[in-house]
């Protein structure tokens, strides 16, 4: 029996109540320190412009839809986007940017009151994020200002997710978890929300957003 075993053991039996085996198992110790990660922090060496084309490329393989505007053409890009899809009323967190909203939609703001069902009946969703990884195409929400609780971003049909580049860009995973709190409720997308079946047929919209789409802010 290794020692490793011997210490799961007793704290199982500790935590049950049970009394140990004939042969003493040590007494539960102290966890140990933070194990040094001195792994490879990201894959290759990119500029800030390959790491944003890198993060496009993974967004749109995973069926996302990447587009990129100047600051002060975001409100006209989102008022696309909506128009294409018929969208009339958005849901918004707080905190989100005014500059961020076109003219002619009903915003709503999310309030702690609001119930699955009302947040069933807004035609989208606007949001910030926290962080967006390049290397898995992966935008990172962790409740913050302009992003707001995890529920706005999984129960409407259609998420528009604003990212603003080169700020909230980052290479890899443990790059994106240097800025990120465990103490926060992270929501980790990649494209659309997607499932299978034990025959692999795609559907999308289980258990998130069935659309996508990706403003990435440039400057």
């Known amino acids: 029996m290794t020692n490793s075993r011997d210490l799961v053991l007793a704290r199982v039996r500790q935590a049950l109540g049970v009394a140990p085996d004939a042969m003493p198992a040590p ?7 933070a194990v040094p990660r001195s792994y490879l922090r990201e894959h290759g060496v990119r500029g800030a412009e390959e790491t944003v084309d890198l ?17 002060a053409d975001v409100a006209d890009t989102v008022g696309a986007l909506l128009a294409a899809r018929g969208a009339r009323t958005v849901l918004v967190p707080p905190g989100l940017p005014d500059a961020w909203l076109p003219g002619g939609i009903i915003v709503r703001r999310d309030t702690a009151d609001s119930t699955p069902h009302d947040l069933d009946r807004v035609d989208s969703v606007i949001t910030g994020c926290a962080v967006a990884i390049a290397e898995t195409g992966t935008i990172v929400l ?18 528009i997710c604003v990212v603003e580049v080169p700020a909230q860009v980052v290479s890899s995973v443990p790059r994106a978890l240097e800025r990120l709190s465990v103490t926060r409720p992270l929501t980790w997308t990649s494209g659309p929300s997607a ?16 659309s996508l789409d990706v403003v990435l802010l440039l400057g």
């Open 27 to 33: 007494a539960p110790a102290p966890y140990e320190p």
């Open 55 to 71: 993060l496009a490329g993974n967004l749109t393989d995973y069926r996302a839809r990447v587009h990129r505007c100047a600051r």
């Open 142 to 159: 962790d409740g913050g200002p302009g992003q707001g609780r995890r529920r706005i971003t999984l129960i409407p049909d259609h998420h």
């Open 195 to 210: 499932t299978s079946d034990i025959e692999l047929d795609r559907v999308e919209g289980v258990h998130g957003p069935r």
